[in-house]
């Protein structure tokens, strides 16, 4: 009897210590929830534009410890030239590839045939004998349905449960690859480390700039495209376009992200490369410290070393001008570029709305559908205008 009284005496002071414990520490739980930041729509944040700050033109609050880049009251224009910029075809090496080649639908890329990329990250040059080959198309089954692989079922694209079944060993719990892996793929057959990727132009060698006949305005590239590629963009066709060898368009090893809202992103690129300190050259930012451009001061031509704020996009969008698997064939440099656009007319060839809400006042809309292609203006003009004049 004594000892269940002490029993119980006990589980009550047991009791009396655990409940203000208790207490205390859902009091600290629900204090943590309520301190939580609320994610709100982001139609109610501010949006870190540089431009509309008024960092560039240094129109802004502060924006005086910044380097000025544009004119004042510079804003519409800048976004004019950043549109015709994004959806102009000149600016690929082919004449073809844009960077809205990749962002078309929805900011993203929502092509299906010749969108395989071998696993060119691993060293790989062939493609999966299960997944689409060159010039081949994607089907909802590769990714709906595990391939039946020698009685094992594997997945699109990786597998690594098949791989160690093939004598791999496992990766580490933190994602390293294991040593005791080879680099490339064991078996084509239960291995698939292709991605869906996007396409870009075909390998070729730049050989440089050609004015356009008949006074018309800017260059096109001219340049010789390669006999063969690697094995994972070699396709025999039936009959080629003249000029055109049993190459496909390259297909980049990672897949394009949409462009919406990516102006929130801090970074961009999948691994993050796009500094948010855009240097005006590469994707790097303050990471290349000899990151320069060319500026026109007191008379001379010098270097000035740029570090814009907020500008994430911008440093991604220099990448895929000179790579080789999306709009550039080698040595294009961005002098080239520069040379070639000066004095181009922007969007040239192509249709322009003329209820465009930032391009329709820049086009000819005497006859819609016949005179409303390309800008009224050249991008030189655009550039000199929009642009301080150090540059």
């Known amino acids: 009897m004594k000892t269940n009284i002490i029993s119980k005496k006990l589980k009550k ?10 207490a205390a520490m859902m009091g600290a739980w629900f204090a943590a929830v309520s301190a939580a930041p609320i994610v709100r729509p982001l139609n109610n944040e501010t949006v870190p534009d540089v431009n509309e700050l008024g960092i560039l033109d240094q129109s802004g609050p502060n924006a005086g410890q910044w380097p000025k880049i544009t004119n004042t009251d510079k804003k519409r224009d800048l976004k004019q030239l950043d549109k015709g910029l994004f959806w102009d075809m000149q600016v690929g090496g082919d004449g073809i590839q844009s960077c809205a080649s990749c962002h078309f639908h929805a900011g993203a890329d929502h092509r299906k045939t010749n969108q395989m990329s071998p696993g060119v990250k691993a060293g790989d040059a062939g493609h999966s004998s299960f997944l689409p080959l060159p010039n081949g198309t994607l089907t909802l089954t590769q990714y709906t349905t595990a391939v039946n692989v020698n009685g094992n079922e594997i997945g699109f694209p990786v597998d690594e449960a098949a791989l160690i ?26 291995d698939g480390n292709d991605v869906v990727s996007s396409q870009g132009v075909r390998l070729g060698t730049f050989a440089s700039l050609t004015e356009l006949p008949g006074g018309l305005f800017g260059h096109v590239d001219t340049a010789t495209l390669a006999a063969s590629d ?14 055109i060898p049993d190459t496909v368009r390259r297909v980049e090893p990672r897949n394009s992200p949409t462009v919406l809202n990516a102006i929130f992103n801090f970074r961009n690129f999948w691994d993050g490369r796009a500094d948010p300190f855009f240097n005006g050259v ?28 907020f500008s994430s996009a911008a440093s991604q969008a220099v990448g895929p001008v000179l790579s080789r698997f999306e709009m550039h064939w080698d040595p294009r440099s961005f002098a080239d570029v520069g040379k070639k656009l000066s004095t181009a007319q922007p969007l040239a060839g192509q249709l322009v709305s003329c209820s465009d809400s930032l391009l329709g006042g820049l086009t000819d809309c005497a006859t819609p559908g016949t005179t409303n292609r390309g800008l009224t203006v050249t991008y030189g003009d655009m550039i000199k205008s929009i642009f301080d004049e150090r540059f």
């Open 230 to 243: 690697n094995e994972g963009f070699n396709f025999t066709f039936s009959a080629n376009a003249p000029g």
């Open 13 to 22: 002071a047991r009791t009396l210590i655990i409940l203000p414990v208790a």
């Open 165 to 190: 079944i093939a004598g791999a060993a496992a990766d580490a719990p933190n994602g390293t690859p294991s040593a005791a892996s080879p680099v490339v793929k064991l078996d084509n057959a239960v």
């Open 282 to 309: 590469n994707p790097l930012g303050f990471r290349d410290p000899d990151a320069r451009v060319k500026v026109y001061l007191n008379g001379q031509l010098g270097e000035e070393h740029l570090t814009i704020p």
